[in-house]
């Protein structure tokens, strides 16, 4: 199963408007098990403001429709001066392997 990886930043200043759009994200999308599992959701401070990083396990033939609800919450934060965000899709080294005809070791 691939992994979606969004990961976000935005300025310290901007951070109390953020929290209150993720709040209205929660009502407005409340987690969907039926797409996945979220593996991580982690906040830190970084050079470049507030970084945030969500990991969903996707579940087998659910990766295009959960990235597809992934960038709708995205555009509910479109209008917050200097909030940046980008979704990338990775695999797990089987998949990968998989990707370019070998098979994984088994474990």
Known sequence: ????????WFPTNKA??????YL????KYPRDRSLGKIVVEAIKPSENGI???????VKEGKLEEAILRQQNIQV????????RYKIDV???PAEALAMI???APEE
């Open 24 to 27: 209205e994200e929660r009502k």
């Open 101 to 103: 005809g070998m098979k």
């Open 16 to 21: 109390v408007e953020v929290a209150n759009r």
């Open 76 to 83: 509910m934060y479109h209008k917050i001066e200097g909030y």
């Open 51 to 57: 970084m945030t990083i969500g990991i969903m396990d």
């Open 1 to 8: 199963m691939p992994y979606y990886v969004i990961t976000s």
């Open 90 to 92: 990775w695999w797990n």
